[in-house]
């Protein structure tokens, strides 16, 4: 009887130890499904917001386009007139400034040229900075980009020298720096590319310390 007894408990506590064993396993297995699930999700998870800032980093906009499309003419003129300052120009603080002009704005140049190829847009032809090659450009604000000098102006300022040509340059250069910041403006307030809208913050606080300085060397205040 008492054998009896005995092999039934043993084979009850042995039917309870399969069965917490077995429950165990199906909560290690749950967490394990969790974890790996939880791991999945947040893989993807990242993955798509890696895709999503892909998608956005580079982003351009029409605006972006047409900034560089117009600055790289307007800086090319802005060129034009500071490659002169060297030869005519009577002033030092001319000169200086003509030089700094230059150092500047080449190199934006080329950057806004590499964005347009990569954008699989077209790079203005270096003739398009002629002012001849624009018909309309002037000094109002409303021509396609303000601040631009017509033939006329250029070909003054080309046959000038000394203290005239000192006092045409500044006075052209700071029409056509009121007219980059201008466009600065717009670009920055509508651009979508980051570093054109970057550029044009630079462009914006160059330029106008550039034409205060114009304007106090021409004895304006």
């Not at 005519?88 to 150092?103: F, G």
Request: hydrophobic share 40%; charged share 20%.
């Amino acid at each position: 009887m008492r054998n009896t007894r005995t092999l039934t408990r043993r084979a009850l506590l042995g039917a309870v130890a399969v069965t917490a064993a077995l429950t165990l396993a199906a909560c290690g297995g749950g967490s394990d499904s969790s974890g790996d699930a939880g791991s999945d999700s947040s893989a993807s998870s990242s993955a798509s917001a890696g895709n999503t800032a892909g998608a956005t980093d580079g982003a351009h906009n029409a605006q972006d386009v047409t900034f560089a499309q117009g600055m790289i003419p307007h800086h090319r003129q802005a060129l034009e007139m500071a490659a002169l300052a060297a030869d005519r120009a009577s002033s030092a603080q001319v000169k200086d400034l003509a030089s700094r002009v230059e150092k500047a704005q080449d190199p934006e140049i080329k950057t806004m040229s590499g964005w347009l190829t990569s954008w699989g847009e077209d790079v203005p032809a270096a003739s398009d900075s002629a002012a001849e090659s624009m018909p309309g450009m002037d000094h109002s604000a409303g021509s396609g980009m303000p601040g631009m000098m017509d033939g006329s102006d250029m070909d003054k300022l080309d046959k000038a020298s000394g203290a005239d040509f000192d006092t045409m340059f500044l006075t052209m250069m700071i029409e056509h720096h009121k007219g980059a910041v201008a466009m600065a403006t717009t670009e920055k307030s509508k651009g979508g590319y980051e570093p054109a809208t970057s550029m044009a913050d630079d462009i914006i606080t160059a330029q106008t310390a550039e034409i205060s300085e114009m304007n106090k060397l021409l004895g304006k205040s």
